[in-house]
C-alpha cells in the first residue's frame, strides 16, 4: 500500500506560479511509475504529466507543455509538479497518483491516489 498526500494549492492570479507536492508513505515511491492528473468541476479527470521511476523520462500534457514541470524526490519520497504561467483554465483539483507496473497516461491504470488539492487561477 502506497498513501499520497497532495499540499501547495491554492489562490493565484492569472501568470502565477504555484508548487504542489505528493508526498508518499507507506511503500518507496522509487518503485512507482507517478503522474499528475486535475478535474475541474464537470469535467473528466485529466492527464497532466507523468514521470518514471528513476525520473529521467517526464512526459506533459499539451495544454501544459513549457509552463509545467514534474520531478521527483525518490530520496524524499516526494513528487512535485512545479506550474508557472498559470491560467485560469488551470482551476482544478490536482491529483498525484502512482503506478507499480505500467507508464501511462490513462487514469484507471494507476493504482494509487491522493485525496487532491485545489488549485484557483483567477483572471
Known amino acids: 500500500q502506497v498513501q499520497l498526500v497532495e499540499s501547495g494549492g491554492g489562490l493565484v492570479q492569472a501568470g502565477g506560479s504555484l508548487r504542489l507536492s505528493c508526498a508518499a508513505s507507506?511503500?518507496?515511491?522509487?518503485?512507482?511509475?507517478m503522474g499528475w492528473f486535475r478535474q475541474a468541476p464537470g469535467k473528466e479527470r485529466e492527464f497532466v504529466a507523468r514521470i518514471i521511476r528513476s525520473g529521467i523520462v517526464t512526459t506533459y500534457a499539451d495544454s501544459v507543455k513549457g509552463r509545467f514541470t514534474i520531478s521527483r524526490d525518490n530520496a524524499k519520497n516526494t513528487v512535485y509538479l512545479q506550474m508557472n504561467g498559470l491560467r485560469p483554465e488551470d482551476t482544478a483539483v490536482y491529483y498525484c497518483a502512482a503506478a507499480l507496473s505500467i507508464w501511462t497516461t490513462q487514469a484507471r491504470w494507476y493504482d494509487y491516489w491522493g485525496q487532491g488539492t485545489q488549485v484557483t487561477v483567477s483572471s
Open positions: 507507506g511503500r518507496t515511491v522509487s518503485n512507482y511509475n
